[in-house]
């Protein structure tokens, strides 16, 4: 920044209020003099009976200005408010010079001289704040350099914040809108989106700021992808009521996500269909502090439930949301009973008891492990809490006489390749076969494939890969994937589960399938940086393919198969597929129960393959236990000897 603005900006409130004060003190009655010396001709002397003219002019301006708040006002932050106050103040204080001079001097001074010292002391006042202002907001050294795009009201308060801030200097506005290219925008010129290259070049712009919060997705994914050949760093404002109320500053910009590269515009809801199993109902969500569980429980909570039950198994994660929830509870004045409540639905008289002592009406199964490597390498468990947690809480539910039970599936349950997909497409298979069994219950489950900003997302890793400097790490040049904001796919889940008959299977339209490879290629552009390969070795951050992992598909499917039917959402299909019956899972059940007690994953996924006629069991078992003990090779009627000579010494035994 200039010094002598560094110095100023420096200086304490009360310092920078002394200062102006005493500039007025000397300029006002300098003023004056200049006044009077323009209607002569001639520099002016003070004749003696003049003098109190001089210290009148003082004596009624500062109070004047004190009591407009002129010394109050933040100078880097004055607006036409101030610069009113400034013209009010220096014409209360010219009629005041007028009154003294006309009924107090013996020696008068010309009216048009007083009329010349009102237009000079409102170019003193008014001008010194202003130059003042512009001083204190003058380019700081290495400030970013930006381009804001929209020339709108969003982007006029944006510029105003960003002078404030010192650390971006915006050289342009850009904008769609032919009426306001050309003009001037607080002083700032408004350029066609098709100069951006000829500016990013001449005036060494570091960033392009998004200030469109009332875009539709479609039409901001148009303009990133016309920004993404430029290799500009993008980023979007906060909402501009954010920035007003103190919830974010200026220099909370962020990168673009990819909310606004997949263009997909937010679903309205359909709010008699969230009413039919919560408002006025108790309700109650597993896996509470997860991903979608977590955003199923801030949409639940405005819908008018009577009861909200938080059932979670980490206690630092059901800390967090209960704290959440309530501080949005106070904030926006909402009133049900809310309970937070440890417990892992594996265990089956624990969510029993919950169920029955809090008389749930709606259930929300959330919990799940779905991290497809973790569950691969540690299957018994895996199938512990995708498998039988989804049975005993279905089992509680009709034995306490819930009335709606959703299941939260995943499109890796359709064929799948992997130990996670193939518990959850069982756990589909129990329910499906549970229904045959009652009329009390509504069992339903809803498939959807990668949420935005779940935990294992791309996106974030994606960020944090590209601001450390790479590489970006890829698991195929092919592989795509569906997404969907976690919002969304809440909303959809709370408004399938009221559209069940029972046994249903709901499939969310999760758009085009997303090249990951793609994704990460326009990611790198819009932070800036260019993509490193064979074409462009020049370039800044390399894409580093690593494989699939084990057990991990190029694509990702939603249905086993092409059967659908609608539903009352547009957006919401309803998929008919085979299930066995209650008998046949029973019994794979019981054999899974005895391979899950021996801790034989060999079992447990062969079990898993004949209960799930599209999974095929993998070559090798990844377990991380299993393949150790396996390695070990001990034989049970040595293991069972080393047991007995422990015992028999009261020594714990021995590791196997």
């Not at 029972?502 to 490879?517: A, N, S, T």
């Not at 609608?566 to 899974?592: D, N, Y």
């Amino acid at each position: 920044m200039d010094p002598l603005a560094l110095r100023l900006v420096g200086l304490s409130r009360f310092q920078k209020r002394l200062l102006m004060l005493g500039a007025d003190l000397i300029c006002i009655p300098t003023t004056l003099w200049a006044a009077i010396s323009l209607e002569s001709g001639v520099p002016a002397p003070i004749p003696t009976e003049q003098i109190w003219l001089y210290v009148a002019a003082v004596v009624a301006s500062v109070p004047v200005f004190v009591r407009l708040g002129l010394y109050r006002a933040v100078i880097r932050f004055m607006g036409p408010r101030a610069l009113i106050a400034v013209l009010a103040g220096v014409t209360v204080s010219v009629l005041l010079l007028l009154a003294i001079n006309s009924l107090v001097l013996e020696v008068q001074v010309p009216v048009t001289a007083l009329i010349i010292y009102f237009n000079l002391a409102l170019l003193y006042v008014g001008g010194s704040r202003l130059l003042a202002r512009s001083l204190m907001q003058f380019r700081r050294a290495g400030a970013d350099r930006v381009i804001i795009y929209g020339a709108g009201a969003a982007g006029a308060q944006v510029l105003s914040a960003l002078r404030g801030s010192g650390s971006y200097y915006p050289v342009a506005f850009v904008d769609d809108s032919r009426s306001l290219q050309g003009s001037l925008v607080n002083g700032i010129e408004v350029f066609a989106p098709s100069s951006l290259p000829t500016l990013i070049r001449q005036e060494d712009v570091n960033t392009v700021l998004l200030a469109l919060p009332s875009l539709s997705r479609r039409r901001r994914k148009e303009i990133l992808q016309s920004l993404e050949t430029l290799s500009i760093h993008v980023q979007t404002v906060p909402d501009i009521f954010d920035i007003v109320t103190g919830r974010a500053n200026v220099e909370a910009f962020r990168d673009v996500d990819a909310n606004d590269l997949l263009g997909r515009d937010p679903v309205p809801l359909t709010e008699h269909l969230i009413d039919a199993c919560i408002r006025g109902k108790n309700v109650m969500v597993t896996g509470a502090g997860g991903s979608i569980g977590s955003q199923l429980c801030r949409q639940i909570m405005r819908q008018g439930p009577k009861r909200l039950v938080l059932f979670e198994m980490s206690e630092i994660a059901l800390y967090g949301i209960e704290r959440d929830l309530r501080a949005e509870m106070a904030r926006d004045g909402l009133e049900f009973e809310l309970l937070a409540l440890l417990g892992n639905a594996h265990h089956k008289s624990r969510v029993r008891e919950v169920m029955q002592a809090c008389a749930i009406q709606t259930v929300y199964h959330a919990a799940a492990y779905k991290h497809l490597p973790i569950v691969e390498q540690n299957v018994i468990e895996g199938v512990h809490n995708n498998v039988f947690s989804t049975l005993h809480a279905a089992e509680a539910a009709l034995l306490t006489g819930v009335e709606t039970f959703v299941l939260i599936s995943t499109d890796k349950a359709v064929n799948p390749t992997s130990v996670m997909g193939a518990t959850k497409r069982m756990a589909e298979i129990v329910l499906q076969a549970l229904q045959t069994q009652t009329k009390r219950t509504r069992f339903c489950m809803v498939r959807f494939g990668n949420v935005l900003g779940s935990s294992g997302s791309v996106v974030p890793l994606f960020q944090e890969q590209i601001r450390s400097g790479g590489p970006v790490t890829v698991t195929h040049p092919e592989v795509r994937r569906f997404f969907m904001t976690i919002p969304e796919a809440a909303a959809l889940v709370l408004e399938a589960g009221s559209m069940g008959k029972g046994g249903d299977v709901f499939v969310l339209d999760m758009g085009q399938p997303v090249k990951i490879d793609e994704l990460a290629r326009r990611m790198i552009n819009l932070m800036g940086y260019s993509v490193r390969d064979e074409a462009h070795p020049d370039g800044d951050i390399e894409i580093s393919y690593t494989g699939l992992r084990q057990s991990e598909k190029l694509y990702e499917e939603l249905s086993i198969g092409n059967n659908f039917t609608g539903t009352e959402h547009p957006m919401v299909m309803r998929a008919i597929e085979h299930s066995p019956t209650w008998e046949e899972v029973s019994a794979l059940l019981s054999e899974m129960t005895a391979a899950l007690d021996k801790g034989d994953c060999g079992s447990a996924i062969a079990i898993l393959e004949r209960a799930v006629n599209e999974y095929k069991k993998p070559n090798a078992i990844h377990d991380l236990v299993w393949s150790r003990r396996e390695a070990a090779a001990i034989p049970e009627g040595a293991k069972v000897a080393v047991l007995a000579e422990h015992r028999s010494q009261k020594m714990p035994p021995a590791a196997s």
